[in-house]
Protein backbone atom coordinates (compact mmCIF):
# COMPACT_ATOMS: atom_id res chain seq x y z
CA UNK A 1 0.00 0.00 0.00
CA UNK A 2 3.14 1.98 0.12
CA UNK A 3 2.69 4.17 -3.70
CA UNK A 4 -1.00 4.45 -2.64
CA UNK A 5 -0.23 6.07 0.79
CA UNK A 6 1.96 8.10 -1.08
CA UNK A 7 -0.35 9.45 -3.64
CA UNK A 8 -3.21 10.09 -1.02
CA UNK A 9 -0.40 12.54 0.38
CA UNK A 10 0.60 14.49 -2.62
CA UNK A 11 -3.40 15.07 -3.21
CA UNK A 12 -3.27 16.55 0.43
CA UNK A 13 -0.30 18.37 -0.51
CA UNK A 14 2.43 16.81 1.27
CA UNK A 15 4.57 16.12 -1.63
CA UNK A 16 7.61 16.02 0.25
CA UNK A 17 6.39 13.87 3.37
CA UNK A 18 8.58 10.53 4.00
CA UNK A 19 6.88 6.91 4.65
CA UNK A 20 8.92 5.00 7.00
CA UNK A 21 8.29 1.33 5.50
CA UNK A 22 8.47 -1.38 8.33
CA UNK A 23 9.98 -4.74 6.92
CA UNK A 24 8.35 -6.75 9.60
CA UNK A 25 5.27 -5.83 11.52
CA UNK A 26 6.17 -5.26 15.02
CA UNK A 27 2.98 -3.60 16.40
CA UNK A 28 3.03 0.33 17.87
CA UNK A 29 5.77 1.11 20.42
CA UNK A 30 9.05 -0.02 17.26
CA UNK A 31 6.84 1.88 14.99
CA UNK A 32 6.28 4.91 16.65
CA UNK A 33 10.23 4.67 18.23
CA UNK A 34 11.29 4.63 14.20
CA UNK A 35 8.98 7.85 13.26
CA UNK A 36 10.38 9.43 16.83
CA UNK A 37 14.12 8.46 16.19
CA UNK A 38 13.42 9.69 12.45
CA UNK A 39 11.98 13.04 14.28
CA UNK A 40 14.59 13.82 16.52
CA UNK A 41 17.76 13.28 13.20
CA UNK A 42 15.49 15.90 10.71
CA UNK A 43 13.84 18.42 13.00
CA UNK A 44 15.25 17.99 17.02
CA UNK A 45 13.15 17.47 19.59
CA UNK A 46 9.52 18.18 17.89
CA UNK A 47 6.16 17.12 19.12
CA UNK A 48 4.52 13.56 17.54
CA UNK A 49 0.52 13.47 17.02
CA UNK A 50 0.11 9.48 16.79
CA UNK A 51 -2.97 8.72 15.25
CA UNK A 52 -4.57 5.56 14.07
CA UNK A 53 -6.04 5.24 10.52
CA UNK A 54 -9.27 3.94 11.16
CA UNK A 55 -10.85 6.19 12.95
CA UNK A 56 -13.62 9.05 12.31
CA UNK A 57 -14.20 12.50 13.24
CA UNK A 58 -17.08 14.29 12.74
CA UNK A 59 -16.09 17.22 14.72
CA UNK A 60 -12.54 18.26 13.10
CA UNK A 61 -12.70 21.80 14.58
CA UNK A 62 -13.62 20.42 18.28
CA UNK A 63 -10.54 18.13 17.53
CA UNK A 64 -8.51 20.14 16.63
CA UNK A 65 -8.84 22.99 19.61
CA UNK A 66 -8.38 19.37 22.06
CA UNK A 67 -4.98 18.94 20.51
CA UNK A 68 -4.28 22.48 21.01
CA UNK A 69 -5.05 22.02 24.68
CA UNK A 70 -2.60 19.08 25.13
CA UNK A 71 0.08 20.62 23.49
CA UNK A 72 1.00 22.59 26.47
CA UNK A 73 0.48 19.34 28.42
CA UNK A 74 3.43 17.54 26.50
CA UNK A 75 5.54 20.51 26.39
CA UNK A 76 6.14 19.89 30.01
CA UNK A 77 7.69 16.43 29.01
CA UNK A 78 4.46 14.64 29.49
CA UNK A 79 3.52 11.53 27.38
CA UNK A 80 -0.20 12.26 26.08
CA UNK A 81 -2.99 9.95 25.31
CA UNK A 82 -6.62 10.94 24.75
CA UNK A 83 -9.60 9.62 26.35
CA UNK A 84 -12.91 9.31 24.28
CA UNK A 85 -15.74 10.33 26.60
CA UNK A 86 -17.76 7.62 26.40
CA UNK A 87 -21.58 7.22 25.41
CA UNK A 88 -22.50 3.81 26.11
CA UNK A 89 -20.91 0.50 28.21
CA UNK A 90 -18.68 -0.27 25.45
CA UNK A 91 -16.67 -3.91 25.95
CA UNK A 92 -14.80 -3.16 22.36
CA UNK A 93 -12.74 -0.99 23.96
CA UNK A 94 -10.08 -0.67 26.36
CA UNK A 95 -10.57 2.05 28.99
CA UNK A 96 -8.32 4.74 31.09
CA UNK A 97 -8.96 6.06 34.47
CA UNK A 98 -8.72 9.38 35.00
CA UNK A 99 -5.98 10.36 38.37
CA UNK A 100 -5.05 13.21 39.84
CA UNK A 101 -6.49 17.19 37.64
CA UNK A 102 -3.92 18.78 35.88
CA UNK A 103 -5.61 21.59 33.68
CA UNK A 104 -8.19 22.22 31.30
CA UNK A 105 -9.72 18.63 30.53
CA UNK A 106 -6.79 17.03 31.78
CA UNK A 107 -5.88 14.86 34.15
CA UNK A 108 -2.57 12.39 35.34
CA UNK A 109 -3.52 8.54 33.83
CA UNK A 110 -4.43 6.04 37.33
CA UNK A 111 -4.48 3.01 35.37
CA UNK A 112 -5.06 1.48 31.83
CA UNK A 113 -7.59 -1.37 31.56
CA UNK A 114 -7.83 -4.07 29.09
CA UNK A 115 -11.36 -4.63 27.40
CA UNK A 116 -14.46 -4.99 30.14
CA UNK A 117 -17.35 -7.15 30.23
CA UNK A 118 -20.88 -5.74 30.32
CA UNK A 119 -21.40 -5.39 33.76
CA UNK A 120 -18.17 -3.83 33.77
CA UNK A 121 -18.28 -1.50 31.21
CA UNK A 122 -21.56 0.02 33.03
CA UNK A 123 -19.70 0.66 36.50
CA UNK A 124 -17.21 2.55 34.61
CA UNK A 125 -19.31 4.88 32.57
CA UNK A 126 -21.52 5.55 36.05
CA UNK A 127 -18.74 6.05 37.79
CA UNK A 128 -17.82 8.89 35.21
CA UNK A 129 -13.89 7.81 36.01
CA UNK A 130 -13.19 6.25 32.83
CA UNK A 131 -12.88 6.90 29.37
CA UNK A 132 -12.45 4.81 26.08
CA UNK A 133 -8.86 4.46 25.00
CA UNK A 134 -8.94 5.73 21.01
CA UNK A 135 -5.28 5.02 20.51
CA UNK A 136 -3.72 8.56 20.04
CA UNK A 137 -1.03 10.01 21.47
CA UNK A 138 0.73 13.67 21.76
CA UNK A 139 4.40 14.13 22.85
CA UNK A 140 7.78 15.19 22.24
CA UNK A 141 9.95 12.83 20.53
CA UNK A 142 12.68 12.47 23.26
CA UNK A 143 9.87 11.86 26.42
CA UNK A 144 8.79 9.09 24.30
CA UNK A 145 12.12 7.32 23.62
CA UNK A 146 13.63 8.12 27.03
CA UNK A 147 10.86 6.25 29.03
CA UNK A 148 11.26 3.52 25.80
CA UNK A 149 14.98 3.07 26.86
CA UNK A 150 13.86 2.95 30.28
CA UNK A 151 10.86 0.80 30.09
CA UNK A 152 11.97 -1.43 27.03
CA UNK A 153 15.45 -1.24 26.48
CA UNK A 154 15.39 -4.10 24.24
CA UNK A 155 13.02 -2.42 21.67
CA UNK A 156 14.78 0.99 21.47
CA UNK A 157 18.35 -0.79 20.68
CA UNK A 158 16.59 -2.58 18.41
CA UNK A 159 14.58 0.00 16.48
CA UNK A 160 18.37 2.24 17.15
CA UNK A 161 20.03 0.06 15.40
CA UNK A 162 17.57 -0.08 12.60
CA UNK A 163 17.20 3.64 12.18
CA UNK A 164 21.45 3.43 11.77
CA UNK A 165 21.26 1.96 8.54
CA UNK A 166 18.69 3.35 6.35
CA UNK A 167 18.21 3.42 2.69
CA UNK A 168 16.30 6.14 0.73
CA UNK A 169 13.95 4.58 -1.80
CA UNK A 170 11.44 7.55 -3.84
CA UNK A 171 9.13 9.14 -0.73
CA UNK A 172 9.95 6.03 1.36
CA UNK A 173 12.58 5.70 3.90
CA UNK A 174 13.68 2.03 4.66
CA UNK A 175 14.99 0.57 7.72
CA UNK A 176 17.33 -1.83 8.12
CA UNK A 177 15.56 -5.49 8.19
CA UNK A 178 18.06 -7.69 10.37
CA UNK A 179 17.85 -5.20 13.24
CA UNK A 180 14.18 -4.45 13.09
CA UNK A 181 13.45 -8.09 13.38
CA UNK A 182 15.03 -8.72 16.40
CA UNK A 183 12.71 -5.94 18.31
CA UNK A 184 9.97 -7.26 20.40
CA UNK A 185 6.47 -6.84 19.06
CA UNK A 186 4.76 -4.72 21.52
CA UNK A 187 1.84 -2.03 21.49
CA UNK A 188 2.62 1.41 23.17
CA UNK A 189 0.21 1.04 25.67
CA UNK A 190 2.00 -2.18 26.84
CA UNK A 191 5.55 -1.37 26.58
CA UNK A 192 5.43 2.15 27.94
CA UNK A 193 1.93 3.65 28.86
CA UNK A 194 0.75 1.32 31.46
CA UNK A 195 4.43 1.65 33.16
CA UNK A 196 5.39 4.88 32.45
CA UNK A 197 4.44 7.38 35.55
CA UNK A 198 4.24 10.93 33.64
CA UNK A 199 1.21 9.97 31.29
CA UNK A 200 -1.38 12.27 31.39
CA UNK A 201 -4.63 11.93 29.63
CA UNK A 202 -6.94 15.01 27.80
CA UNK A 203 -10.73 14.52 27.46
CA UNK A 204 -11.98 14.19 23.45
CA UNK A 205 -15.65 14.84 22.83
CA UNK A 206 -15.05 15.45 18.83
CA UNK A 207 -17.88 12.84 17.24
CA UNK A 208 -15.11 10.32 17.37
CA UNK A 209 -15.78 6.72 16.05
CA UNK A 210 -13.75 3.53 15.42
CA UNK A 211 -14.26 1.62 12.20
CA UNK A 212 -12.01 -0.82 12.44
CA UNK A 213 -14.39 -3.14 11.30
CA UNK A 214 -17.40 -3.45 8.88
CA UNK A 215 -20.05 -3.46 11.17
CA UNK A 216 -18.73 -0.36 13.16
CA UNK A 217 -18.39 1.21 9.29
CA UNK A 218 -22.05 0.70 9.15
CA UNK A 219 -22.84 2.26 12.05
CA UNK A 220 -21.46 5.37 10.72
CA UNK A 221 -22.50 5.26 7.25
CA UNK A 222 -25.69 6.56 5.83
CA UNK A 223 -28.47 4.31 5.71
CA UNK A 224 -31.88 4.36 3.69
CA UNK A 225 -35.30 3.60 5.50
CA UNK A 226 -34.60 -0.16 5.76
CA UNK A 227 -31.19 0.37 7.41
CA UNK A 228 -29.48 -0.72 4.85
CA UNK A 229 -26.02 1.38 3.70
CA UNK A 230 -25.54 0.64 0.25
CA UNK A 231 -22.45 1.86 -1.83
CA UNK A 232 -22.13 1.08 -5.82
CA UNK A 233 -24.47 -0.98 -7.97
CA UNK A 234 -26.39 -2.54 -5.59
CA UNK A 235 -30.16 -3.80 -5.80
CA UNK A 236 -32.56 -4.90 -2.53
CA UNK A 237 -35.84 -6.24 -2.55
CA UNK A 238 -36.79 -6.68 1.61
CA UNK A 239 -33.33 -6.63 2.94
CA UNK A 240 -33.02 -4.92 6.27
CA UNK A 241 -29.78 -3.41 8.27
CA UNK A 242 -27.11 -4.48 5.42
CA UNK A 243 -23.82 -2.94 4.42
CA UNK A 244 -23.35 -4.03 0.84
CA UNK A 245 -20.54 -2.44 -1.07
CA UNK A 246 -20.36 -3.18 -4.73
CA UNK A 247 -16.80 -2.23 -6.63
CA UNK A 248 -16.82 -4.02 -9.95
CA UNK A 249 -20.27 -4.96 -10.23
CA UNK A 250 -23.95 -5.89 -9.82
CA UNK A 251 -24.81 -7.23 -6.07
CA UNK A 252 -28.36 -8.25 -5.81
CA UNK A 253 -29.82 -8.86 -1.64
CA UNK A 254 -33.33 -10.34 -1.41
CA UNK A 255 -34.87 -11.21 2.25
CA UNK A 256 -31.39 -10.96 4.32
CA UNK A 257 -31.08 -8.99 7.27
CA UNK A 258 -27.87 -7.58 9.06
CA UNK A 259 -25.53 -8.58 6.50
CA UNK A 260 -21.78 -7.64 5.28
CA UNK A 261 -21.91 -7.73 1.59
CA UNK A 262 -17.91 -6.68 -0.05
CA UNK A 263 -17.63 -7.37 -3.58
CA UNK A 264 -14.44 -6.30 -4.68
CA UNK A 265 -12.37 -7.26 -7.66
CA UNK A 266 -10.56 -9.96 -5.68
CA UNK A 267 -13.32 -11.61 -3.95
CA UNK A 268 -16.13 -11.00 -2.25
CA UNK A 269 -17.11 -11.46 1.33
CA UNK A 270 -21.06 -12.32 3.38
CA UNK A 271 -21.04 -12.48 7.13
CA UNK A 272 -23.03 -11.63 9.78
CA UNK A 273 -22.45 -8.30 11.34
CA UNK A 274 -21.79 -10.13 14.37
CA UNK A 275 -19.57 -12.46 13.41
CA UNK A 276 -17.03 -9.45 11.18
CA UNK A 277 -14.41 -10.12 13.65
CA UNK A 278 -13.56 -13.81 12.81
CA UNK A 279 -12.19 -12.03 9.45
CA UNK A 280 -8.75 -12.51 10.92
CA UNK A 281 -9.45 -16.11 11.70
CA UNK A 282 -10.61 -16.30 7.74
CA UNK A 283 -6.88 -14.27 6.58
CA UNK A 284 -5.32 -16.51 8.56
CA UNK A 285 -6.59 -19.61 7.21
CA UNK A 286 -6.11 -18.38 3.45
CA UNK A 287 -2.52 -17.64 4.38
CA UNK A 288 -2.07 -20.93 5.82
CA UNK A 289 -3.11 -22.86 2.89
CA UNK A 290 -0.66 -21.04 1.20
CA UNK A 291 -3.08 -18.55 -0.67
CA UNK A 292 -2.40 -14.95 -1.54
CA UNK A 293 -5.26 -12.33 -1.81
CA UNK A 294 -4.84 -11.31 2.00
CA UNK A 295 -1.74 -9.96 0.34
CA UNK A 296 -1.81 -9.25 -3.58
CA UNK A 297 -5.07 -7.04 -4.83
CA UNK A 298 -5.62 -6.95 -8.27
CA UNK A 299 -4.95 -3.53 -8.45
CA UNK A 300 -1.23 -2.57 -7.95
CA UNK A 301 0.24 1.16 -7.02
CA UNK A 302 3.49 1.61 -8.57
CA UNK A 303 5.32 5.10 -8.39
CA UNK A 304 4.54 5.71 -12.18
CA UNK A 305 1.05 4.64 -12.00
CA UNK A 306 -1.53 1.82 -11.39
CA UNK A 307 -2.05 -1.53 -13.23
CA UNK A 308 -5.19 -4.13 -12.82
CA UNK A 309 -4.58 -7.53 -14.03
CA UNK A 310 -7.85 -7.94 -15.60
CA UNK A 311 -7.37 -11.61 -16.56
CA UNK A 312 -5.22 -14.65 -16.39
CA UNK A 313 -4.91 -17.66 -18.20
CA UNK A 314 -2.64 -20.59 -19.72
CA UNK A 315 -0.02 -18.72 -21.06
CA UNK A 316 -1.42 -15.18 -21.40
CA UNK A 317 -2.72 -12.08 -19.10
CA UNK A 318 -4.59 -8.77 -19.29
CA UNK A 319 -3.87 -5.55 -17.86
CA UNK A 320 -5.01 -2.24 -17.99
CA UNK A 321 -2.30 0.05 -17.29
CA UNK A 322 -2.86 3.92 -16.33
CA UNK A 323 0.32 6.21 -16.08
CA UNK A 324 0.13 9.62 -14.32
CA UNK A 325 0.77 12.48 -16.60
CA UNK A 326 4.60 12.98 -16.83
CA UNK A 327 5.64 9.72 -15.39
CA UNK A 328 7.88 7.08 -17.29
CA UNK A 329 8.06 2.77 -16.47
CA UNK A 330 11.36 1.78 -16.19
CA UNK A 331 13.70 0.30 -19.42
CA UNK A 332 13.34 -3.24 -18.94
CA UNK A 333 12.98 -6.27 -20.67
CA UNK A 334 11.43 -9.80 -20.28
CA UNK A 335 12.81 -13.38 -20.76
CA UNK A 336 9.52 -15.28 -20.74
CA UNK A 337 6.67 -13.03 -22.49
CA UNK A 338 5.66 -10.85 -25.12
CA UNK A 339 3.80 -8.04 -24.74
CA UNK A 340 1.01 -5.95 -27.05
CA UNK A 341 -0.22 -2.78 -26.17
CA UNK A 342 -3.30 -0.80 -27.56
CA UNK A 343 -3.86 2.67 -25.91
CA UNK A 344 -7.31 3.62 -25.17
CA UNK A 345 -6.80 7.12 -23.59
CA UNK A 346 -4.46 9.36 -23.93
CA UNK A 347 -0.92 9.46 -25.72
CA UNK A 348 1.95 7.20 -25.05
CA UNK A 349 5.83 7.43 -25.85
CA UNK A 350 7.65 3.81 -26.50
CA UNK A 351 11.02 2.91 -26.57
CA UNK A 352 12.08 -0.66 -27.97
CA UNK A 353 15.45 -1.22 -27.68
CA UNK A 354 16.91 2.27 -29.77
CA UNK A 355 13.84 3.44 -31.40
CA UNK A 356 11.56 6.27 -29.65
CA UNK A 357 7.66 6.75 -30.97
CA UNK A 358 4.86 8.15 -29.92
CA UNK A 359 1.30 5.80 -29.66
CA UNK A 360 -2.30 7.55 -29.94
CA UNK A 361 -5.81 6.44 -29.24
CA UNK A 362 -7.18 3.38 -30.76
CA UNK A 363 -3.20 2.60 -32.00
CA UNK A 364 -1.48 -0.40 -31.11
CA UNK A 365 2.49 -1.71 -30.82
CA UNK A 366 4.05 -5.03 -29.90
CA UNK A 367 6.93 -5.78 -28.01
CA UNK A 368 8.72 -9.28 -28.41
CA UNK A 369 10.34 -11.07 -26.08
CA UNK A 370 13.56 -10.09 -25.07
CA UNK A 371 13.55 -6.50 -26.33
CA UNK A 372 14.35 -3.63 -23.78
CA UNK A 373 11.35 -0.95 -23.63
CA UNK A 374 9.85 1.37 -21.84
CA UNK A 375 6.39 3.30 -21.65
CA UNK A 376 6.12 7.04 -20.77
CA UNK A 377 3.10 9.75 -20.70
CA UNK A 378 4.02 12.90 -22.03
CA UNK A 379 0.57 14.35 -21.66
CA UNK A 380 -1.83 16.49 -19.35
CA UNK A 381 -4.14 13.54 -18.86
CA UNK A 382 -3.61 9.80 -17.25
CA UNK A 383 -2.39 7.66 -19.70
CA UNK A 384 -4.42 4.12 -20.09
CA UNK A 385 -4.05 1.71 -21.91
CA UNK A 386 -4.72 -2.52 -22.50
CA UNK A 387 -1.95 -4.76 -22.11
CA UNK A 388 -1.88 -8.28 -23.41
CA UNK A 389 1.28 -10.81 -22.35
CA UNK A 390 2.05 -14.17 -23.94
CA UNK A 391 3.90 -16.27 -23.08
CA UNK A 392 5.58 -19.57 -20.95
CA UNK A 393 5.83 -17.22 -17.55
CA UNK A 394 4.05 -14.57 -16.62
CA UNK A 395 5.22 -13.44 -12.90
CA UNK A 396 5.84 -9.69 -12.02
CA UNK A 397 9.64 -11.18 -11.25
CA UNK A 398 10.68 -11.76 -15.07
CA UNK A 399 11.92 -8.20 -15.01
CA UNK A 400 15.49 -7.02 -16.11
CA UNK A 401 15.81 -3.16 -15.43
CA UNK A 402 18.37 -1.52 -17.45
CA UNK A 403 17.19 2.68 -16.36
CA UNK A 404 14.38 3.66 -13.77
CA UNK A 405 13.81 7.06 -12.37
CA UNK A 406 12.96 5.80 -9.41
CA UNK A 407 15.94 3.88 -8.57
CA UNK A 408 14.68 0.22 -8.91
CA UNK A 409 17.28 -0.89 -11.06
Known amino acids: HRFLAAEQLRELG ?85 GKERGKNTWSVASFTEK ?31 ELLRLAPDVYNACT ?57 WEVCEKNDEGNSIQGDVKTIEAQDCFIRAE ?14 VETKDAVLVAHKNQVQKIRDLVEDIRSNGRHEHLNQREVFRPWGSYDSIEKGWRYQVKRITVKPGEKTSLQMH ?42 NPGKIPLELIEVQSGSYLGEDDIVRYEDRYGRC
Open 14 to 98: QEHACIILEPVPRNTAPAIALAAQYSMKRDGNSLLLVLPADHLITDPESFRETIRNAVSEAEKGRLVTFGIVPTRPETGYGYIRK
Open 116 to 146: PDEETAKRYIESEEYWWNGGMFLFHAASYLE
Open 161 to 217: RAMEHTMEDLDFLRVDKTAFESSQALSIDYAVMEKTEIASVVSLESGWSDIGSWDSL
Open 248 to 261: SRLVAAIGVENLVV
Open 335 to 376: HHRAEHWIVVAGTARITIEDKSFLVSENESTFIPIGKRHALE
